[in-house]
């Protein structure tokens, strides 16, 4: 049995009819959820009976931010740009390429936290401006922790670099130190400043050491005094061996330098060479990695990772991969000291800091407002090839399953149905199944959108929904009155049953007006007449106008009368065909020969013959009937006449 | 073509244009509109690349356009063009016809005139009628032409409350995009593969001329006029195909150039360097090609990706009547000496780009991902 992962959010639903003892929800379009509600945005409160009014709940609001909308298309790109890094690449330079994919995550998480932090400043007393710097506390807080799955996860630093990688991690993100020290280089006096302290320290707890140097030889040319203990500990900070990238040396000659440069400082904090400055002296600590002394600097620190970090650097600077959840475990237990609770970013941390990608997955998907962070982050670790393992108990796995997931919140969306495709598209076992149920419920305002979702499904051979969505605009075009547009989208989904249906509105409208509407279309079908019956015995009706009207009368008289002997012209029709015969029959030259005239002959007797007898006649039917009969009495005599001049000229044709 | 400058705008982006310059100005381009699509809240926005004073002396933002001013449209901008240099007529989904117009001073957009209802369908039986898509609109001032899925070509002047001139029932299928000829006369596109000419002269909703692509009836998405030779034309199809035409001669294209993968959306002639064509299209690229023929060992070639490009060729006539001068590198019939070299401008492909337009040296895109591109550096 599952259990729950944290208690469900509760959401008020205004309005709603208590008295009632039933609460009616249903799954509407899309991801949202629609319940019943008499509550009345406008305020007036009408009783009405039952319900007037649906209160719509959606999941993955974050979707309908403006701002995060840029984050979602530009990631969109890199999303596609890393599915198609694949195989070839091996070893070193596929590693590279995945941390460039990363870092490019991270800097369209930076930009867009910088616009919304904008945003924050620019109203910051609304209730906006409040939602926006929360936003921005989201983000950065997932620039944080992808950052360190980068870190442990993708770059794999080994022991050594991944302290400086660290660094690098909490100086990026504790940054208020830059603007600190801009104040106070700024100020007339910098080593008089009250926050001059406070600098120094912390470029100290972040190892910058140099620049803590050169804010101490400052201190130095300001106060004689203390000069020789600046320089006394401004050497040693020059001295603190450290790993550099280019460097060859080993991690055991590092450790022996490191050893014995720590031994000096605690030499000379045992001479008590900083004695008469208690400042210095626990510079002098802190250098030593003593844990009091680092905790004395919980201000300066704000938080428990930051304080690992220095931590590591003073006292383990070349601790191994594995040895790393010791020490964050025992810095987050030091730092809190049991005044407050871990929250879900401390947790998440160290989950990271374990190496437990999936608590990590787990404990983001509960924190985080929406599926952006963990169906990217995970997509990009399954490309490390760090997830294969793992399969859910629904869905196929955990990749598709966050992926599909994001998707369905982009196929929501009025407008970013677009991205949502190509998330699909990479989603292997559910993603078709999943697109093919999406794609079919974007409502097709115009025809341009209807193109391009039609290229969605013709690019992918879906051509169940190709039909869906041609019938749905040939539909609405019938609908209109627009049957050439009809036509054409029944040709483009050979639909033969639609076409037959445009087609016999195209024959009624005509035998209603004696034209030919739609000309342009319909004596361009070419092959696609063949599409039905009822489509070709148009174009071939038409065929024959136009031979008529280029007088090109024996041709016309024989394409006549082939569509009745052929069967494609359908029996109702029969009648205004063989009176479309009516003046060939009469012209001076004689058009039907004897042998066509007898065809004539047959099929006006099987028409007449056929007829079902009506019981009992009204008076309606009875005048129908007795044009019909004259009509035939008429076709009965030019035939009849059209027969024995045929005979007369064909015989004398033999004779001469 | 290095500095190419991408922004991320949060709406999709149906049209990009730039404001025309000021006859005979020397400055180049730096204005250009926007319209979206597909959008909750659509919008008609105006964008500047000009240089602004307030920017930082970060090298990063030289290029980057800034928001000038928007205003809220109803419906999809199927279609957007400048009257004049204040003025700018949008083509909706709603099938209304708007024209906007740029107060400079304050920074904003207004409704100065618009056409609702210019474009609807007559249900069977129903006299209510509903509104059509207006797909495409161009000026020629005063004279605004307008086209759309009912088939429907109007005749507009901005002076005029009402239409000047409608042709009912002009097209049996959708149109897609209009141009002007030589004045009075326009050529449609529809969705069937024809070209229509139509002259305002004739009374009648017949019009003077039909030409079309054989067979497939493919549709075609866009048109546009050579500036110098007025009888040669440029479309672009759904298969991605440019077709040139001479609508003088033939009913046929003269040369079909297999290009894009997906629709055309666009297709532009370079307005002051015509012997420049650009084009994009649904499957996410913008092409350049060059049929200039001062390179002296050029052939057909395409840049990036490796793709060969076909040259299929009608070899209609040979022009043995036309003057040698006057023949247009684009109606050169003969694949050997046709040489035109093709660029694919997009780093990368993205999704669907809607709009372009040229004008000088800039060009400037829009796409379904949301983005706007700009260049100015095309020939360098």
Same mark, same amino acid.
């Given at each position: 049995?599952?259990? %729950?992962?944290?208690?469900?959010?509760?959401?008020?639903?205004?309005?709603?009819?208590?008295?009632?003892?039933?609460?009616?929800?249903?799954?509407?379009?899309?991801?949202?959820?629609?319940?019943?509600?008499s509550f009345n945005k406008k305020g007036k409160s009408e009783m009405v009976a039952g319900c007037p009014f649906i209160h719509i709940i959606r999941k993955d609001i974050d979707v309908y931010s403006k701002i995060l909308r840029k984050l979602f298309n530009e990631s969109h790109g890199i999303f596609v740009g890393l599915q198609r890094i694949e195989e070839e690449l091996t070893g070193k330079s596929r590693k590279a390429q995945l941390v460039r994919v990363s870092k490019n995550y991270r800097s369209v998480i930076?930009?867009?936290?910088?616009?919304?932090?904008?945003?924050?400043?620019?109203?910051?007393?609304?209730?906006?401006?409040?939602? %926006?710097?929360?936003?921005?506390?989201?983000?950065?807080?997932?620039?944080?922790?992808?950052?360190?799955?980068?870190?442990?996860?993708?770059?794999?630093?080994?022991?050594?670099?991944?302290?400086?990688?660290?660094?690098?991690?909490?100086?990026?993100?504790?940054?208020?130190?830059?603007?600190?020290?801009?104040?106070?280089?700024?100020?007339?006096?910098?080593?008089?400043?009250?926050?001059?302290?406070?600098?120094?320290?912390?470029?100290?707890?972040q190892g910058r050491l140099d620049?803590?140097?050169?804010?101490?030889?400052?201190?130095?040319?300001?106060?004689?005094?203390?000069?020789?203990?600046?320089?006394?500990?401004?050497?040693?900070?020059?001295?603190?061996?450290?790993?550099?990238?280019?460097?060859?040396?080993t991690l055991t000659e590092l450790e022996l330098r490191w050893q014995h440069w720590h031994e000096e400082c605690e030499r000379h904090l045992q001479d008590g060479t900083f004695a008469s400055d208690p400042r210095l002296e626990s510079l002098c600590k802190v250098l030593l990695g003593d844990d009091a002394a680092l905790l004395e600097q919980k201000e300066l620190l704000s938080n428990w990772y930051h304080f690992l970090v220095a931590r590591l650097l003073y006292?383990?600077?070349?601790?191994?991969?594995?040895?790393?959840?010791?020490?964050?475990?025992?810095?987050?237990?030091?730092?809190?000291?049991?005044?407050?609770?871990?929250?879900?970013?401390?947790?998440?941390?160290?989950?990271?800091?374990?190496?437990?990608?999936?608590?990590?997955?787990?404990?983001?998907?509960?924190?985080?407002?929406?599926?952006?962070?963990?169906?990217?982050?995970?997509?990009?670790?399954?490309?490390?090839?760090?997830?294969?393992?793992?399969?859910?108990? %629904?869905?196929?796995?955990?990749?598709?399953?966050?992926?599909?997931?994001?998707?369905?919140?982009?196929?929501?969306?009025?407008?970013?149905?677009?991205?949502?495709?190509?998330?699909?598209?990479?989603?292997?076992?559910?993603?078709?199944?999943?697109?093919?149920?999406?794609?079919?419920?974007?409502?097709?305002?115009?025809?341009?959108?209807?193109?391009?979702?039609?290229?969605?499904?013709?690019?992918?051979?879906?051509?169940?929904?190709?039909?869906?969505?041609?019938?749905?605009?040939?539909m609405k075009a019938v609908r209109n009155n627009r049957l050439g547009s009809a036509l054409s989208w029944s040709i483009r989904a050979k639909d033969a049953a639609f076409a037959t249906l445009v087609s016999d509105r195209f024959l009624r409208d005509y035998c209603e007006r004696g034209c030919f509407s739609d000309l342009d279309l319909i004596d361009n079908l070419g092959p696609a007449m063949m599409l039905s019956d009822r489509l070709t015995f148009l174009g071939k009706y038409r065929e024959f106008h136009r031979l008529y009207g280029e007088k090109r009368f024996v041709d016309a008289a024989s394409l006549l009368l082939s569509l009745m002997t052929s069967q494609i012209a359908p029996r109702s029709f029969w009648m205004t065909l063989l009176t479309d015969a009516l003046p060939l029959l009469e012209q001076k030259q004689v058009i039907f020969s004897a042998e066509q005239t007898y065809e004539l002959l047959r099929c006006l007797e099987d028409l007449t013959s056929g007829r079902p007898l009506c019981a009992e006649p009204d008076a309606q039917q009875l005048q129908e009937d007795d044009i019909e009969t004259t009509k035939v009495e008429m076709l009965r005599l030019a035939l009849a006449r059209n027969l024995a001049r045929s005979i007369i000229k064909e015989g004398s044709l033999e004779g001469s | 073509m290095e500095e190419i400058y991408a922004k991320f705008?949060?709406?999709?982006?149906?049209?990009?244009?730039?404001?025309?310059?000021?006859?005979?100005?020397?400055?180049?381009?730096?204005?250009?509109?926007?319209?979206?699509?597909?959008?909750?809240?659509?919008? !008609?926005?105006?964008?500047?690349?000009?240089?602004? /004073?307030?920017?930082?002396?970060?090298?990063?933002?030289?290029?980057?356009?800034?928001?000038?001013? /928007?205003?809220? $449209?109803?419906?999809?901008?199927?279609?957007?063009?400048?009257?004049?240099?204040?003025?700018?007529?949008?083509?909706?989904?709603?099938?209304?016809?708007?024209?906007?117009?740029? $107060?400079?001073?304050?920074?904003?957009?207004?409704?100065?005139?618009?056409?609702?209802?210019?474009?609807?369908?007559? /249900?069977p039986g129903s006299p209510s009628c509903s509104n059509a898509p207006c797909t495409g609109v161009v000026c020629n001032s005063p004279e605004i032409v307008t086209v759309g899925e009912d088939g429907r070509i109007n005749l507009f002047r901005a002076d005029h409350k009402e239409a000047v001139r409608t042709i009912d029932n002009a097209d049996s299928s959708t149109l897609h995009a209009v141009t002007f000829l030589r004045t009075p006369e326009i050529l449609t596109v529809n969705s069937i593969g024809q070209l229509k000419i139509w002259d305002f002269r004739q009374q009648g909703n017949e019009p003077?001329?039909?030409?079309?692509?054989?067979?497939?009836?493919?549709?075609?998405?866009?048109?546009?006029?050579?500036?110098?030779?007025?009888? !040669?034309?440029?479309?672009?199809?759904?298969? /991605?195909m440019l077709s040139i035409w001479d609508v003088r001669q033939g009913t046929m294209p003269v040369s079909l150039l297999k290009a894009h993968e997906a629709e055309m959306w666009e297709v532009h002639f370079h307005p002051s360097n015509p012997d420049h064509l650009f084009t994009c299209s649904e499957d996410g690229s913008l092409w350049h090609w060059d049929a200039s023929t001062d390179g002296p060992e050029k052939s057909l070639l395409f840049h990036q990706g490796g793709r060969n490009s076909t040259f299929l060729s009608h070899s209609i006539s040979n022009q043995a009547n036309v003057h040698q001068s006057l023949i247009s590198s684009w109606l050169s019939t003969d694949p050997a000496k046709d040489r035109i070299e093709i660029t694919s401008l997009l780093p990368n492909r993205t999704l669907s780009v809607n709009s372009l337009d040229v004008l000088g040296p800039c060009l400037v895109c829009g796409t379904d991902a949301e983005a706007i591109y700009v260049t100015r550096q095309l020939f360098s």
């Open positions: 049995m599952e259990e %729950f992962d944290g208690e469900p959010t509760v959401t008020w639903i205004p309005g709603l009819n208590s008295q009632k003892k039933q609460m009616c929800f249903d799954w509407g379009p899309g991801e949202m959820l629609v319940c019943e509600t930076r930009a867009c936290m910088e616009e919304m932090h904008q945003f924050a400043v620019a109203d910051k007393d609304s209730a906006s401006g409040r939602q %926006f710097s929360s936003q921005v506390s989201i983000l950065s807080a997932m620039e944080l922790i992808w950052n360190l799955c980068e870190i442990l996860f993708i770059e794999v630093a080994p022991a050594g670099p991944l302290l400086l990688y660290l660094l690098d991690w909490v100086r990026l993100h504790v940054c208020e130190v830059d603007t600190l020290s801009a104040d106070v280089l700024g100020s007339e006096n910098p080593s008089k400043h009250e926050s001059f302290w406070n600098l120094v320290t912390t470029l100290v707890l620049e803590a140097r050169q804010m101490l030889s400052k201190e130095a040319d300001t106060n004689p005094t203390s000069a020789g203990m600046c320089r006394v500990l401004g050497d040693l900070m020059r001295t603190m061996p450290v790993l550099s990238p280019g460097n060859t040396q006292s383990q600077p070349t601790v191994k991969p594995m040895d790393l959840h010791l020490y964050a475990q025992s810095s987050l237990d030091l730092f809190l000291g049991g005044e407050s609770s871990p929250e879900p970013l401390d947790n998440i941390l160290m989950a990271a800091f374990e190496f437990d990608i999936h608590q990590v997955i787990k404990e983001c998907s509960i924190a985080l407002s929406n599926w952006w962070f963990v169906a990217h982050l995970t997509d990009l670790l399954d490309h490390c090839k760090l997830l294969q393992s793992h399969n859910l108990y %629904f869905g196929s796995n955990m990749r598709e399953f966050l992926l599909l997931e994001y998707a369905s919140g982009l196929f929501a969306h009025h407008s970013l149905w677009q991205l949502g495709v190509d998330y699909c598209d990479h989603c292997p076992e559910l993603g078709r199944v999943s697109l093919e149920l999406h794609i079919e419920r974007i409502p097709l305002t115009t025809e341009q959108k209807a193109l391009k979702v039609l290229r969605v499904c013709e690019q992918r051979q879906m051509t169940e929904q190709v039909r869906s969505i041609c019938k749905i605009l040939a | 705008v949060s709406q999709k982006i149906s049209k990009t244009r730039w404001r025309p310059l000021p006859p005979g100005s020397l400055q180049t381009a730096e204005t250009f509109a926007t319209g979206s699509w597909d959008n909750e809240e659509n919008y !008609v926005s105006l964008w500047s690349i000009g240089d602004f /004073g307030n920017l930082d002396s970060d090298g990063g933002f030289e290029g980057d356009h800034q928001l000038l001013c /928007g205003i809220k $449209h109803h419906g999809d901008v199927m279609d957007l063009q400048f009257f004049d240099q204040e003025r700018i007529v949008a083509a909706s989904s709603t099938g209304c016809v708007t024209i906007f117009l740029h $107060h400079p001073n304050n920074r904003t957009l207004s409704v100065s005139q618009q056409w609702t209802a210019a474009h609807y369908h007559t /249900g003077t001329q039909i030409l079309s692509l054989t067979g497939d009836r493919v549709p075609l998405h866009c048109v546009d006029r050579h500036p110098n030779q007025q009888h !040669v034309v440029a479309t672009g199809g759904q298969d /991605g």
